[in-house]
């Protein structure tokens, strides 16, 4: 299983954002899958997690009505797009398969994971 995170960078306060990630090695449309960030200094936290077929879509309160996750099964991806960006957002983004075909809040319930890719939010 390798996932493999793209599409970070540095972006004003207010701008837009998608990252991806490409997952090969495994059968993607099995497993929900999540996004889940890590800010300098603080704990690794949920963002947004996807069924395996993208019908039902999870997002914690901090991005809700801001990021949209979404997934491509024929080609193994997925996204997480962000709009209206705030500081607070600049971490490195992670995405991860879960165990189940249902995404979950708790990173216990991934067990794989990619390499990240940093988000930069300048005010």
């Known amino acids: 299983v390798q996932l493999q995170a793209s599409g970070g960078g540095l972006v004003q306060a207010g701008g837009s954002l998608r990252v991806s990630c490409a997952a090969s090695r495994w059968t993607f449309s099995n497993n929900g899958m999540g996004w889940f960030r890590q800010a300098a200094g603080k704990e690794r936290e949920f963002i947004a997690s996807?069924?395996?077929?993208?019908?039902?879509?999870y997002y914690a309160d901090s991005v809700k009505g801001r990021f949209t996750i979404s997934r491509d099964n024929a080609n193994q991806r997925l996204y997480l797009q962000m709009n209206s960006l705030k500081p607070e957002d600049t971490a490195v983004y992670y995405c991860?398969?879960?165990?189940?075909?249902?995404?979950?809040?708790?990173?216990?319930?991934?067990?794989?994971w990619g390499q990240g890719t940093q988000v930069t939010v300048s005010s």
């Open positions: 996807i069924s395996w077929n993208g019908g039902r879509t």
């Open positions: 991860a398969a879960a165990r189940r075909s249902t995404g979950s809040t708790y990173s216990d319930e991934y067990n794989y």
